[in-house]
């Protein structure tokens, strides 16, 4: 099963929106998909794909109980199914609570002379769940700060995907790459792949080619690049959607410039793919949305 992580340190790159249609791309291609989004802020994984209705409902079954093994039923029953036949699990207030809830577990568990690795918790439940058995992609989309969302995250994916911003707001991230990478190893005690760095807004600039250069100076590989697509990525979370339903649904007319948009996203997920050699099945021409149109009219 291919398993990555889509994460950045640097806040406001597009790492949700390109975790949701990274999905997307993977399930267009034939891929059995499953996103696991663990931000516990507004504004996420889960809203952008319209599932996050039960956030604030403290009656129900979360992630977080199954990370602390205080499950009140299957994993199964936490998914939801959203556009393209993606399953995702939904993010809930719980997640915001995530780190105390793991130390009073570890705490409760010490007591009684047992042990309780608190980074290592969401692999467990995806392994007890036997997610590699149901699903062909895991995309995880943990928060910008390190904790136990992200340690989680990494400890259950061992590849992270960088979306990186080429500016001078994210220069010192981009610089910072490989130590970043490093010290996650480092801490968690792990090997992390990286699949691939995407620069994102990107408008033609001297300084941001520079940027990107260095990026690959890094050693990371940079196998497509964003052009600055506000309109576009603004409308996806207007709609709550993906920039393939997007284009497909809520535009009277077929942008040259966004169709290109969305054949970078297919391209990159072949690119991923192919690094964990994964072959999908059935994967489209890139950006295109014959099959997508076909499937909506069947």
Not at 12 to 28: D, I, P, Q
Not at 228 to 233: A, Q
Request: one cysteine or more; proline letters at 5%; hydrophobic letters at 35%.
């Amino acid at each position: 099963m291919l398993s990555y992580s889509v994460y950045s340190e640097a806040g406001g790159v597009g790492k949700t929106t390109l975790s949701a249609n990274l999905a997307v791309a993977h399930a267009r291609a034939g891929l059995d998909v499953l996103a696991v989004p663990l931000d516990q802020q507004d504004g996420d994984l889960s809203y952008l794909f319209d599932v996050d209705d039960d956030r604030a409902n403290t009656e129900v079954d979360t992630l977080v109980h199954h990370l602390v093994g205080r499950a009140n039923g299957p994993f199964a029953d936490l998914v939801r199914t959203v556009e393209h036949g993606i399953d995702i699990v939904p993010e809930h207030n719980r997640l915001e609570d995530l780190a105390e809830a793991l130390r009073k577990e570890k705490e409760a568990r010490n007591d009684f002379g047992e042990s309780f690795p608190m980074w290592t918790q969401l692999q467990r439940v995806l392994r007890e769940a036997e997610v590699h058995k149901h699903y062909d992609v895991l995309v995880v989309d943990p928060p910008a700060s390190s904790g136990p969302h992200l340690y989680n995250a990494l400890d259950a994916t061992r590849n992270l995907v960088l979306p990186v911003e080429p500016s001078g707001k994210g220069q010192a991230s981009v610089s910072g790459l490989d130590v970043l990478v490093g010290n996650l190893e480092e801490q968690l005690e792990i090997s992390i792949g990286v699949l691939a760095a995407v620069p994102n807004r990107v408008k033609g600039t001297r300084d941001q080619e520079e940027i990107i250069e260095e990026v690959r100076a890094q050693g990371f590989d940079v196998p497509v690049i964003f052009r600055d697509r506000t309109s576009l990525l603004e409308g996806c979370w207007r709609e709550r959607c993906s920039a393939f339903t997007y284009v497909r649904e809520h535009r009277e007319r077929r942008r040259d410039y966004e169709v290109e948009t969305l054949a970078r996203f297919d391209e990159l997920a072949r690119h991923i793919e192919s690094e964990a050699g994964i072959e999908a099945p059935s994967p489209p021409e890139p950006g295109s949305l014959d099959r997508d149109d076909a499937e909506v009219s069947a």
